[in-house]
């Protein structure tokens, strides 16, 4: 049982399209919700912690938000660029006691 | 800063072997966490660390694993007696900050480890 789902399992996108996908954690107990971006062969890096309802953080092109009431967050990519084609993983911290992956949104962006 | 240290960066050895795994985190980090990578359970916090203390372990899968950190420049992830189903990449990270877990973490290269 997954504790965070992230959905879609696997996205293609043109190149210079934006697009969006979304991580599901537990609501209760909440602490923190860490995005990474992941490319094959490479280790994981890390986009965006965030721990408020309502955060909106951003970086470059990408910018993710935090609903904690209900328990989701939205990673969003603009203009997407094919070097953006990584795995996306979202992880969620419940006050320490379970730090917990989603399976990852795979997104590919073609040229 | 060299970023996060692991060695070796790949590992091949026999069922039955001990194995051990090498992490210097990023110097002034506080925290160090262990994680397993497998295509089948994806990336898994095995145990992290904070100011070299074990905070949480209930990642570790089973008693022969096991995870030291003697001082703030190193850490060691053993695994013995090592089985196929061990093999996984496992990744090193490091944090600073007093929340750790809310922190950024650096990710180290990883250690590719294959049990035959």
């Not at chain 1, 919700?33 to 280790?43: F, Q, V």
């Not at chain 2, 013995?80 to 650096?106: H, K, M, N, W």
Request: hydrophobic share 30%.
């Amino acid at each position: 049982i997954l504790n965070v789902e992230q959905s879609p399992q696997s996205l293609h996108v043109q190149e210079g399209d934006s697009t969006n996908f979304t991580c599901s954690f537990p609501s209760s107990n909440f602490y923190a919700l860490h995005w990474y971006r992941w490319e094959t062969a490479k280790s994981p890096e890390a986009l965006f912690v965030m721990t408020l309802n309502g955060d909106e953080k951003k970086k470059g092109r990408i910018s993710a938000t935090l609903n904690t009431k209900e328990g989701y967050s939205y990673l969003y990519i603009k203009g997407s660029q094919p070097e953006d084609s990584a795995t996306y993983l979202c992880a969620s911290d419940n006050y320490g006691q379970n730090f917990d992956f989603g399976p990852g949104t795979r997104l590919s962006v073609l040229p | 800063d060299a970023g996060v240290i692991q060695s070796p960066r790949h590992e091949v050895t026999e069922m039955g072997q001990e194995v051990t795994l090498r992490c210097k985190p990023i110097s002034g980090h506080d925290y160090l966490f262990w994680y397993r990578q497998t295509m089948m359970r994806g990336l898994e916090l095995l145990i992290y660390f904070n100011n070299n203390v074990p905070i949480d372990d209930s990642g570790m899968p089973e008693d022969r694993f096991s995870a030291k950190m003697p001082n703030a420049s190193f850490s060691t992830l053993k695994i013995q007696p090592s089985e196929p189903r061990d093999s996984a990449v496992y990744f090193c990270a490091s944090s600073t900050g007093t929340s750790g877990l809310t922190d950024t973490q650096y990710f180290g290269p990883g250690t590719r480890l294959t049990v035959l």
